[in-house]
């Protein structure tokens, strides 16, 4: 398996949730009262509330010089140190084109926007067989822990203050009528739908990389054999916070 899935933990969650983050503490404020009705002879109808006023907040960064807000945020969110672990330049590029490869057959190790866990993949073999062996999901815990602490609510609000930036670079990656929001949401429903195979998972060698042994598995796509890559328990995590994403993402109102 190539470098590309080796480094696509975040892809599965961490790219669909750090990479809808761009933390610059929206606030929503309290409406305004309605107006108090001048007295009459009779009772007038009820006065319609004041429309409720959403701030506009800080102004967004241009695409092209987001990267530094986009570090400091994370590590307002994560804690001091994520950004150790971001690719640059362009991490929202990156993070865009990393979500649109996630139905296909690979990730493009150029359009990563994380690096890779340490340590090496490791293979057990059993009676000439090879397999997953069970020591690869402990290389995950860093990134599984930090997808699995993420508040979902404020995740998905900042996602909606800062979806135009998402927006242009999925319109830059060559989508010129596409919404990225539409495209994030197929993505996460193709990981919702990746095989949890009982363990141990047996694989192939037939060149440098390894495969699995299961054609169906094989034939799954990037996302979901990331998924599989990372061990049951390590899939259902990440699958719980992707469900929470699903959910809020089906009722937020997107700026168009």
Not at 70 to 95: K, Q, T, Y
Request: glycine content about 6%.
């Amino acid at each position: 398996m190539s470098t590309g899935l080796r480094s696509g933990l975040i892809v599965a969650a961490l790219c669909v949730a750090a990479g809808l983050i761009y933390w610059f503490g929206l606030r929503e404020q309290p409406a305004p009262p309605p107006p108090v009705a001048a007295p009459a002879p009779a009772a007038p109808a009820p006065a319609p509330p004041a429309p409720r006023v959403e701030p506009a907040g800080p102004p967004l960064p241009a695409l092209a010089d987001s990267d530094p807000a986009l570090v400091e945020a994370l590590n307002a969110l994560f804690g001091s140190g994520i950004d150790a672990l971001l690719m640059r330049p362009g991490i929202i590029h990156r993070i865009v084109a990393t979500i649109d490869n996630l139905t296909g057959s690979k990730v493009p190790a150029q359009v990563l926007p994380v690096r890779p866990p340490g340590g090496t993949f490791n293979a057990a073999e059993q009676k000439g067989r090879l397999f997953i062996s069970p020591t690869n999901a402990a290389r995950y815990a860093r990134y599984i822990n930090l997808i699995s602490q993420v508040d979902t609510a404020q995740l998905v609000a900042t996602y909606r203050r800062y979806y135009p930036l998402f927006q242009q670079a999925y319109r830059d990656l060559g989508y010129p009528k596409g919404e990225f929001n539409d495209r994030l949401v197929e993505v996460i429903d193709d990981l919702l739908e990746a095989p949890q195979p009982e363990p141990p998972v047996a694989l192939v060698a037939p060149r440098a990389m390894f495969d699995y042994a299961d054609p169906d598995l094989q034939d799954a796509s990037a996302g979901q054999k990331i998924l599989i890559r990372i061990g049951p328990e390590n899939e259902a995590r990440v699958k719980s916070k992707l469900r929470q994403l699903r959910r809020a993402l089906d009722s937020v109102d997107l700026p168009r």
